[in-house]
């Protein structure tokens, strides 16, 4: 007799599954007795036992055609964040239902972006490709442009169903292994492993070649890139505060300008276009934390968009104020200094932060760049090379001219908590204390929700090193509360 799971195992609706199947195609048309949705629904039952295994359409039907699309996706990502495994089931030919910005079809699938936050979020990740697998040109580009995260796809071996669930039960047995055994498994390869890694990858083998966003993959498609679509998702981002769904939104506005390649257009709003989402992509990727050189990193994307602005220079110079063309230094610094923090090699860390430097000293020399950011910039950096004293310097300059430009107390706030950080880092305990408390009470009249973490994050160590244990602690909590609403992980 066989046992109805779904019956004796209902999960709750807080129930985090820790491997997520990658959605399909939910057209109207779609036969139920489909093999691919027939499949799926064996995983959950049979692989997954209904438990393990998240299954969109199963665990929570939803009427895709009424639901907010950008809502939908939020609650995918969430689930996919949460899982350990990220399966994908590789079957017929669709590159999968389109998301829709306001009644509009994206460029993006609901498919492509799982995939994507998988990628970016580093999941361990298996492909099974189920033997009718005859993927249509989208799907093979979107493989193709994602094949720093999934290589070898086209090889992949040819399973049947029973194939595919017993894989997936192996998987599913692995895990719960894991999970008895956790207090004796070694604490996983720290981020900064992964971070040397790629850099020893990706700029000591090549020579220091630069990076660039998605390695300058684009797409050729009909029509070209829907402005309507763009406009609505700067609309959208405008009002965004948390890191995570910012990136995501970004993530469709980029495949929407993938029709239009940055390297073959010349259509001046196009590239501004360009120039504005990587930017962006940049700025909510630094708080997410996407630092390494990687094609989905922020320096990546700034790299982008220094060669963008260079092509806006000989293009438009006459036409753009000077900030529309500056080269990205102080942007390009803050990301190779993210780096280099995180690289335990000690030659490699001095390089990348002598390159940040050299980003410094060339936007410095430009007109309309923020001088005072770009200071505060040279300070962390100089700090990190051990030449306290000089990153003293700094910041005491970026406090004097931030009080004389009557400046916002969030950014007054962000200068005393980077001086009094240099302070404990000079020796000068009581007097780091003070600065960062009184920076913090600043940042809380209006900052952004990224510098206040980091703020709060400098008065926990501040606390914690004048021996102040509870009130370290507390103030870590706040600031690990902040970077989890925001998603600010970063900070944390």
């Known amino acids: ?42 995983i959950y039952e049979e692989a997954g036992a209904c438990s393990q295994v998240y299954v969109d359409e199963i665990v929570k039907p939803r009427d895709i ?46 498919f492509e972006i799982e995939l994507y936050q998988a990628a970016l979020l580093e999941k361990e990740i298996h492909f099974f490709v189920l033997d009718e697998f005859n993927p249509d040109p989208r799907l093979k580009r979107l493989l193709d442009i994602l094949n720093f995260a999934f290589p070898e796809w086209i090889n992949r071996e040819r399973l049947s169903e029973p194939k595919i669930i017993d894989h997936v039960k192996r998987l599913v047995g692995k895990k719960r292994r894991q999970k008895i055994l956790w207090p004796l498994r070694i604490i996983r390869t720290p981020i900064s492993r992964l971070v040397q890694a790629l850099y020893i990858d990706r700029v000591r083998q090549a020579q220091n070649a630069q990076i660039l966003f998605l390695d300058e993959q684009f797409e050729s498609r009909t029509g070209g890139s829907n402005q309507q679509i763009l406009s609505s998702l700067q609309h959208k981002l405008s009002t965004e505060r948390n890191e995570g769904k910012r990136l995501t939104r970004l993530w469709v506005a980029i495949r929407e300008l993938m029709s239009s390649p940055y390297t073959e257009i010349k259509d001046r709003q196009l590239l501004e276009y360009w ?6 992509w940049a700025r909510a990727g630094a708080w997410y934390g996407l630092h390494g050189d990687t094609p989905l990193g922020c320096l990546a994307a700034l790299n982008s968009v220094a060669k963008i602005r260079q092509d806006l220079k000989e293009k438009y110079e006459k036409q ?85 430009q009557s ?86």
């Open 1 to 42: 007799m066989q046992i109805n799971l779904k019956k004796h195992y209902a999960p709750s609706k807080n129930h985090t599954y820790p491997i997520f199947l990658s959605s399909i195609c939910v057209d109207d048309n779609l036969d139920p007795k489909d093999r691919l949705k027939r499949l799926r629904k064996r």
């Open 65 to 110: 055609q009424s639901q907010d699309h950008l809502e939908a996706v939020d609650d995918l990502i969430e689930r996919v964040r949460e899982a350990n495994i990220f399966i994908c089931v590789l079957g017929g030919s669709r590159h999968g239902s389109p998301i829709k910005i306001d009644s509009l079809n994206s460029a993006v699938s609901f």
């Open 275 to 280: 120039d504005e989402i990587l930017c962006e």
């Open 320 to 404: 753009l104020q000077p900030e529309k063309t500056i080269y990205p230094g102080g942007a390009l610094a803050s990301a190779k200094y993210s780096i280099a923090k995180r690289l335990f090699v000690k030659s490699d860390r001095a390089a990348r932060l002598n390159e940040a430097l050299d980003d410094i000293k060339i936007s410095l020399k430009e007109t309309g760049s923020d001088k005072t950011n770009l200071i505060a910039i040279r300070g962390s950096i100089l700090r990190q090379l051990g030449k306290t004293t000089e990153s003293i310097k700094d910041y005491k300059e970026v406090l004097k001219q931030r009080e004389e």
């Open 407 to 492: 400046a916002s107390d969030s950014s007054i706030g962000e200068a005393l908590s980077e001086l009094g950080f240099g302070f404990l880092r000079q020796g000068h305990l009581l007097k780091g204390l003070q600065y960062t408390k009184d920076g913090v009470h600043y940042m809380r009249n209006g900052t952004t929700a990224g510098f206040l973490a980091r703020g709060l994050k400098k008065l926990s160590l501040a606390y914690l090193a004048n021996g102040r244990l509870i009130k370290a602690y507390d103030t870590w909590q706040e600031c690990k509360k902040i970077a989890i609403r925001h998603e600010t992980f970063d900070q944390i």
